[in-house]
């Protein structure tokens, strides 16, 4: 079986585009909570459970919190306005948004389209892209070290990111900051990485990102995506403890 991050040669390529959508681009939230960049159970599932406990001792709803746009459902038409695919077009899905390194390296993309409410260029300057490639630097790793020569990001409109924050990366990099209705049109897209980026998205909208991934109506491969049970109402004594001790 083919190893769904195969390198693609120059022959079998359809375009050199690599479209990566954040599912936190349809979120909002009035959690000042910034995830982690560990991506692993505790942070995907059992900080929620704790988190949900302390918010319910305090007596209130960590669900109160989170909002889910309903654009979601009519996002994949609006994107094949302005993109490009074709059979050859490789879709992804994955939990952490650092496979997009991988991804562009080995379709060998130059292009990276980024709907997210995060740049992912490294926070903290250019001494970020020193580390080893996470869900909070890919992007700018990519850039860095030539492997990608541009970069469109739109920006969830939820985002409480400015472009002011990556002034370091913006003076040396291609970067564009734009919207989807300022893009080209008919712009070619070799693959596509869906990310649930379950560290800063909550477990109970994982039904619905699935009928997002549904929605695009193209094969896809799974890589690390982690089932998540959200119910809280089942929850022993010996739950909460092992919650709270995450």
Same mark, same amino acid.
């Given at each position: =079986?083919?190893?769904?991050?195969? *390198?693609? *040669?120059?022959?079998?390529?359809? %375009? ?28 995907? #599932?059992?900080?929620?459970?704790? /988190? ?44 952490? !948004? ?19 409410? !995060? ?49 370091? @990366?913006?003076?040396?990099?291609? #970067? *564009? ?15 596509? !990485?869906?990310? /649930?980026? %379950? ?7 994982? %039904?619905?990102? @699935?009928?997002?991934?549904? #929605?695009?109506? =193209? ?6 995506? =982690? ?7 089942? @929850? ?7 919650? =709270?001790?995450?």
């Amino acid at each position: =079986m083919r190893n769904p991050l195969e *390198t693609v *040669t120059r022959g079998e390529e359809i %375009g050199i585009g690599l479209l990566s959508v954040d599912w936190d681009y349809f979120v909002f939230t009035e959690s000042t909570y910034q995830g982690s960049y560990l991506e692993n159970k505790r942070s995907l #599932i059992d900080e929620w459970y704790k /988190r949900y406990i302390i918010s319910r001792q305090k007596g209130k709803d960590l669900r109160d919190l989170y909002r889910l746009s309903p654009e979601f459902r009519s996002f994949w038409k609006k994107i094949k306005e302005y993109f490009k695919f074709s059979d050859s077009t490789k879709v992804y899905v994955s939990d952490s !948004h650092s496979l997009s390194y991988e991804i562009a390296a080995k379709n060998h993309a130059d292009t990276v389209y980024l709907f997210d409410a !995060h740049s992912d260029l490294g926070y903290g300057g250019m001494s970020a892209l020193n580390f080893e490639v996470n869900c909070a630097n890919w992007l700018g790793k990519l850039l860095k070290e030539g492997i990608i020569e541009r970069a469109f990001i739109i920006y969830s409109p939820y985002t409480v990111e400015n472009p002011e924050y990556f002034k370091a @990366m913006n003076s040396r990099f291609n #970067i *564009t900051y734009t919207g989807l209705d300022s893009l080209k049109r008919w712009s070619d897209v070799s693959a596509i !990485h869906i990310c /649930r980026s %379950g560290a800063w998205v909550p477990p109970w909208f994982d %039904g619905e990102f @699935m009928e997002f991934v549904g #929605i695009l109506d =193209m094969p896809y491969e799974k890589i690390n995506l =982690m089932e998540r049970k959200w119910e809280p109402e089942k @929850m022993s004594l010996a739950d909460r403890i092992n919650y =709270m001790l995450a």
